[in-house]
């Protein structure tokens, strides 16, 4: 139905507008500096990415020869990329399922033995109160790693999370002896807003425990209710009951909206994609000059179909038999069945897709705009570009 629908607003999008070919096709060069430092980071080695790489390149367009090395070219960027703008948890690889919290969350939560589907969803839902591992992993997980059995504390959590999680109980302990020491409470991806009045010190750490109780406890009494929300009324009907928890916006129901597509893979809640944001957006202002004033961050009321139209846009570039980029498609796949291979047991094949669909290009999106708008501003990047 939604797909339907797609088309036919595809057909009357941004009024006949092009997006400019050379900002598509620095995109989609970003597409491929990706998938490379994802796998040399995290699935396999650089040397094996390009090796495969260079099977799949051919001369395009009026080139005179092929350069294999033009993505590795792009290392001194992508080192200034991941030093600030994508530093740490702020970068989103090509497959998001392997960003830094997404990666945790399957690895450490879902992947926990003796645990059913509903005590995991709730897990992976406490960790938003912070997103920063150290600190759940010291205070929460520890109830949980290694053991057989639940010990009462951690059965606590499930039964009665408002006595589990009070003000002087074991893991507000926990939450005060790790800031004692130094620890950081959250992640500098978003900031936990709005803070209580008066909540300074130890009472801003026990505001910490309170966001954690509470998403904790919203993923309880919302997991029985997804499929039904999903097949009534889509991702938006989910986005609107988890937005009735305090403390949640558009921003971190985002967040849980996505965990819950990866720690769900059979509940399809994003195939078609999610609610198009700001990064993606901006991004928009780059390909279609004009489209919006610079400073005008209004959110465009057919962002959607601006969204749905690029990706078929691109998708054609890439994918006809005069291709613009001959490797992206095959690399695509072909990162795809390393990345299912390398996370066999801790992560579903599903969260590998084997092609460019609709949200990976548009977490790519939100990358690019970083990478375009505060590495690139020159546009240095692109194919043949030498060392």
């Known amino acids: 139905m939604t797909e339907e629908r797609d ?39 650089f040397d094996e990415f ?12 009026d080139e005179t020869s092929v350069d294999d090395c033009d993505v590795k070219a792009m290392g001194e960027l992508m080192d200034t990329f991941f030093s600030r703008h994508a530093r740490g948890d702020r970068w989103i690889p090509f497959f998001p399922v392997l960003g830094e919290h997404e990666l945790y969350i399957m690895t450490h939560i879902w992947s926990l033995n003796g645990l059913n589907a509903k005590k995991k969803y709730a897990l992976s839902c406490a960790f938003s109160g912070s997103r920063w591992a150290p600190l759940f992993e010291e205070a929460i997980m520890c109830l949980f790693d290694g053991k057989k059995e639940l010990c009462d504390e951690a059965k606590l959590m499930f039964e009665d999370p408002q006595k589990a999680f009070r003000r002087g109980g074991g893991i507000h302990e926990r939450f005060l002896a790790y800031r004692a020491r130094g620890g950081k409470l959250h992640t500098t991806c978003f900031s936990p807003r709005p803070v209580p009045r008066g909540a300074k010190g130890d009472e801003y750490t026990f505001y910490i425990l309170e966001r954690t109780r509470t998403f904790f406890t919203m993923g309880l009494e919302i997991f029985d209710r997804l499929g039904t929300l999903k097949r009534t009324g889509g991702f938006e009907a989910v986005d609107v009951e988890m937005q009735r928890t305090k403390w949640i916006g558009p921003t971190l129901s985002k967040m849980f909206l996505v965990s819950t597509h990866f720690g769900l893979p059979d509940l399809h809640l994003l195939d078609e994609g999610i609610e198009v944001g700001i990064g993606a957006q901006e991004s928009f202002k780059i390909l279609y000059p004009g489209i919006q004033a ?21 998708h054609d570039l890439v994918s006809s038999p005069s291709s613009i980029e001959p490797r992206l498609i095959p690399m695509i796949k072909w990162c795809a069945q390393r990345a299912k291979q390398k996370y066999r047991n801790s992560i579903p094949s599903e969260c590998f897709e084997d092609h460019l669909g609709v949200l990976v290009f548009q977490v790519a999106l939100c990358e690019w705009r970083k990478f375009r708008n505060n590495v690139d501003k020159r546009r240095k990047a692109g194919r043949g570009m030498s060392v």
């Open 7 to 45: 088309r036919k607003r595809q057909k009357r999008v941004t009024s006949g507008r092009t997006p400019v070919r050379a900002e598509v096709e620095h995109f989609v060069h970003f597409l491929l500096a990706q998938l490379r430092w994802q796998h040399g980071k995290l699935i396999g080695s």
């Open 50 to 61: 390009d090796e495969e790489a260079a099977r799949h390149n051919r001369r395009v367009r």
């Open 294 to 314: 610079k400073k005008d961050y209004k959110m465009l009321p057919d962002r959607r179909d601006i969204l749905v139209s690029l990706l078929s846009h691109v």
